[in-house]
């Protein structure tokens, strides 16, 4: 049986640095600009009430809108106290919750350009974040 000082020590996450075209878009995923940005607009989408929103547009939930601003806010919160692969892993993780539960929907004529704002920055956040976290954080 291992000690519980060895069993809850963990060993320092080691990055790679990337080579080829995902070199240029490295620094972003590191920091925490991109989230912080997609956070902003979930909260600035939050002031919008749904009563100015045609009956036939989809637009995420105000719970939604909110919690996930909170959650990517978060994640940026994380990447500036200088955890990438947590932070990354934070992005990554709630990017795909709201794809999942929002993406094709939000594709679904009529658009509300606020609701496509969203879905690309999400899916831009995804892409960016997942990569770093699953193919340069070891």
């Not at 547009?57 to 106290?81: E, K, Q, T």
């Not at 990354?88 to 009529?110: D, E, V």
């Amino acid at each position: 049986m291992e000690s519980p000082e060895r069993a809850n020590s963990s060993s320092p996450s080691t990055s790679q640095m990337a080579t080829g075209v995902f070199s240029h878009f490295q620094p972003y995923a590191r920091s925490k600009g991109p989230i912080l940005g997609l956070g902003t607009l979930f909260a600035a989408s939050a002031v919008i009430p749904s009563t100015v929103v045609r009956p036939n547009v989809y637009f995420p939930p105000y719970l939604h809108r909110v919690g996930f601003s909170l959650v990517f806010c978060g994640a940026a919160y994380v990447l500036a106290a200088g955890d990438a692969r947590n932070g990354s892993g934070i992005a990554t993780a709630w990017s795909l919750t709201y794809l999942f539960l929002h993406l094709r929907r939000s594709l679904r004529p009529p658009f509300y350009p606020p609701t496509l704002a969203m879905t690309a920055g999400t899916t831009a956040c995804a892409a960016l974040y997942g990569t770093e976290y699953f193919m340069y954080q070891t």
